[in-house]
């Protein structure tokens, strides 16, 4: 016994996370920008230290990137993927696209994946891992036939937005079940835009009552899981998002393991 606290590992030891930001004006200013949200479950609810990467599209090498990192967090965002990125028809006037994002996240994925590196996807982050790997999207998931209206009342407060809006069935046996201990979980629901044509190697997680796609995994042994919905709202009150950002954080930690060794 050496008289030292065992409570955690010291700050500088903490795993590093890429964190993936936006490219927005405020103001008349351009920003790159990360929501505190999903800074803070990562640095709370995986016990990691978030880090901002900026969306600065080929100005790094995504390889070089992830080779520095134990985990990346693709967060949710008010922008849409461009649909010449799938192939997809011309968006209507007004949408809000992100082309300096789309141009560092995609090849992120799958240098991610080269290099084994865990990652965690969230509502845009799914549909941009799904356009990666080959899929498509739809732009407008209401206009859809025989699916539901996905996106939230801007109206209502915050809290109303975040909250419960519909179920999703997991996949039996699938790693979200396996991670939760659930079979079902209600989320919340704040998107317009979600899977078509489901990527090769993307192995579905959850559906929503429509039958759309609410989550999935990379198929092989990267922690690499991507969720329609907000888990990072309040993780902390929810016992399935409390999971999830805590495996998340177990594989990071073991990629820092790893590395270290």
């Not at 030891?13 to 993936?20: E, M």
């Not at 090498?61 to 192939?87: C, E, I, K």
């Not at 997991?170 to 991670?179: F, K, N, S, Y």
Request: glycine share 10%.
């Amino acid at each position: 016994m050496t008289g030292q606290s065992h409570a955690g590992p010291p700050r500088a030891a903490l795993p590093i996370v890429g964190v993936c930001a936006d490219h927005r004006t405020l103001g008349r200013h351009p920003f790159h920008v990360v929501g505190d949200k999903y800074v803070r479950a990562v640095s709370e609810g995986a016990d990691a230290l978030a880090v901002l990467l900026p969306a600065l599209g080929d100005r790094y090498d995504p390889a070089m990137v992830v080779a520095r990192l134990d985990g990346l967090l693709f967060t949710g965002s008010p922008s849409n993927v461009h649909p010449d990125q799938y192939q997809g028809p011309a968006s209507d006037e007004g949408t809000l696209h992100d082309l300096a994002r789309d141009a560092t996240t995609l090849p992120l994925y799958r240098a991610a994946l080269d290099a084994g590196v865990p990652m965690f996807a969230i509502c845009r982050g799914l549909q941009e891992l799904n356009v990666a790997l080959g899929g498509t999207l739809h732009q407008k998931v209401q206009e859809v036939p025989g699916l539901m209206d996905h996106r939230d009342d801007e109206t209502q407060p915050v809290e109303v937005q975040y909250g419960g809006a519909h179920a999703v069935d997991l996949t039996p046996g699938g790693l979200m079940a396996r991670i939760t201990g659930r079979e079902r979980l209600t989320v919340n629901s704040l998107h317009q835009q979600g899977i078509d044509r489901l990527a090769p190697g993307l192995v579905v997680e959850a559906t929503a009552p429509d039958g759309l796609i609410e989550a999935v995994r990379v198929e092989g042994p990267t922690f690499a899981l991507a969720v329609q919905w907000h888990p990072e709202w309040r993780f902390w009150e929810d016992p399935a998002s409390t999971a999830l950002f805590k495996a998340f954080g177990d594989a990071v930690r073991a990629r820092a393991a790893s590395r270290a060794s």
